[in-house]
Each structure stands twice: as C-alpha cells, then as structure tokens.
C-alpha cells in the first residue's frame, strides 16, 4: 500500500509522514508549500493526477486552516472560503476520476453551523459521501508547527512561555477543548485505511481524545514547563468555536484508543521543539 498524503506538510500531515518513515509504509507527500505545482486549487492538476496514478490511497489533509487567531481573522473573508472551495471540488473531482478510496479529513467544528470553516468541511463531508470515501473529524490535534501564522494554542502557548515567561492568552480561557497529539492522530488514520472495506459510512468517526481540558488549564500545564512563566488571561470569551461542548461519538473506540496523554504530548512537543524542560 502506497499512500498519497494531500497537506503532506501540515501539522498533521508532517506527523503522518514521520509515523510512515518510522514504520517503513510507503507514501507520496503533497503540499503547496513544498512546490507551487502542488497547488489543489488548479484545476486538473497534472502533478496531483500523476500523484494518484503512483498511489493506492489517499489521505486528504490540505486545507486552508489554521488556529483559533488565524480563523477569527480569516474564516470570513472572501480568498478563505475561495481556497477551501476549490481545493476541495478539484481535489474531489480528481479522486472521483482516479476511483482511488480514501479519506477526507474534517472537523468536529462541521457540527457548528455558525462557522464558515465547519460549514466549508461539511460540503467536504457531502462530497466524501457521494463518493464512498470515509470521514473522519478531528478534535484539536497538536504537534509541531512551523507557520506560526497558523499556529494553534498548544505551539504559541509554548512559545510565549519560552520567549517571554509570559502566556498573554486572547479569551479568558474558560472554554474547553479535547486535544489530541498528531501522533495518535496518525496511528488512527492508517488503521482506518487498513480497515476502509469494512467501516460502514453510516457511523460518525470522531478522532478524540476524550478528556476535556480548558485552555487555561492547558497555559498552566505549559507554564509549568518554563519556571517563572506567569498567565495572563483576557477578558473576551472564545469567538470561533463559542464554547461548543459537542461530544465526540465514540464508535471510534472499536478501532482505535488514544495512547498518549496531554502532559506527556505537551512534553513532547516541547521537547521536539528543541527546548529543555525539567
């Protein structure tokens, strides 16, 4: 089996790669940010087309998409939602024609009708259907990032504390999430492709960790990492996913369970990152 990885150089899609090398599977990377010829918003790409040719499935990472700052400013604007658009009706159209299975990777935020972001990865997910393939939603995966630009709150709480000794937060930090490290999330991934034939399409696939923590309670976790770091929350409340607290299906669980626990995933990033903790 060989595996096409779309957003090969995301934050996901780089610990799936990682994951691949380590246990010898074999696999093609694809990312804008590699080569522009990788871009999914060409329309009958012809590197993408040869790309699937050479494969036996793949994973659809890439998107446009970023942390909570990076959706707050861009979800609604025009060139945000044009990108996913026609990365997601050029990349689809391109599976249809290659007949190869795969899956497409959403969100837990497709369950939230007021975000430009979850309602785009529902149209995803309507495409995933017509075609067979197998969803997934992700809860709030992390690990390392480079792009800072669209860094999530795990990597900027990290290097605030590391920087400045002070993780200046944009909410209050009383909304709560459920994290996941990229590792857990890719060891799901590649059991779910293993297991594509029998999955039945009718139950949803939420990759979860399972235990809800606050953001706040995530600052302290990294503040006491770095000694000395003080928090500073802010007054606001959470704007993007507005405190949804949607549980995750647990179907899952008859694949796949979460190995790695949020202390120890933030001291692997921390640690990945190239910082020395005590």
Same mark, same amino acid.
């Given at each position: ?78 060139e945000f939602i044009s990108n996913n658009a026609r990365l997601m009706e050029y990349t689809f159209q391109a599976i249809h024609d290659s007949r190869k299975p795969f899956i497409f990777?959403?969100? $837990? ?110 600052? $302290? ?58």
């Amino acid at each position: 089996m060989k595996y096409l990885i779309l957003g090969s150089s995301g934050q996901i899609g780089t610990a799936l790669t990682q994951w691949c090398d380590n246990n010898e599977i074999a696999y093609e990377g694809f990312d804008v940010t590699r080569t522009p010829e990788e871009d999914l918003r060409i329309e009958q790409n012809p590197r993408l087309l040869k790309a699937l040719s050479d494969s036996d499935f793949v994973m659809f990472l890439a998107y446009d998409v970023g942390g909570s700052r990076y959706l707050s400013s861009k979800q609604n604007q025009l060139e945000f939602i044009s990108n996913n658009a026609r990365l997601m009706e050029y990349t689809f159209q391109a599976i249809h024609d290659s007949r190869k299975p795969f899956i497409f990777v959403s969100s $837990q935020m497709a369950n939230l009708s007021f975000s430009p972001y979850g309602a785009l990865k529902v149209v995803g997910e309507h495409y995933t259907r017509a075609l067979g393939g197998i969803i997934v939603k992700l809860w709030n995966v992390y690990g390392v990032e480079t792009d800072m630009e669209k860094s999530h709150v795990i990597t900027d709480f990290i290097h605030k504390a590391k920087d400045t000794r002070c993780i200046d937060m944009i909410t209050d930090g009383t909304e709560s999430r459920q994290f996941l490290h990229a590792e857990d999330c890719s060891r799901c991934l590649l059991t779910l492709a293993g297991k594509y034939e029998s999955i039945p399409r009718d139950q949803e696939l939420h990759i979860a960790s399972g235990s809800w923590n606050s953001i706040l309670e995530v600052a $302290q976790l990294v503040a006491s990492l770095f000694p000395g770091t003080t928090i500073q929350p802010a007054e606001a409340k959470d704007e993007v996913q507005q405190d949804a607290r949607i549980d995750p299906n647990p179907f899952i669980q008859n694949y796949w369970k979460p190995k790695i626990s949020l202390d120890a995933g933030v001291r692997r990033v921390v640690s990945d990152l190239g910082y020395n903790i005590n």
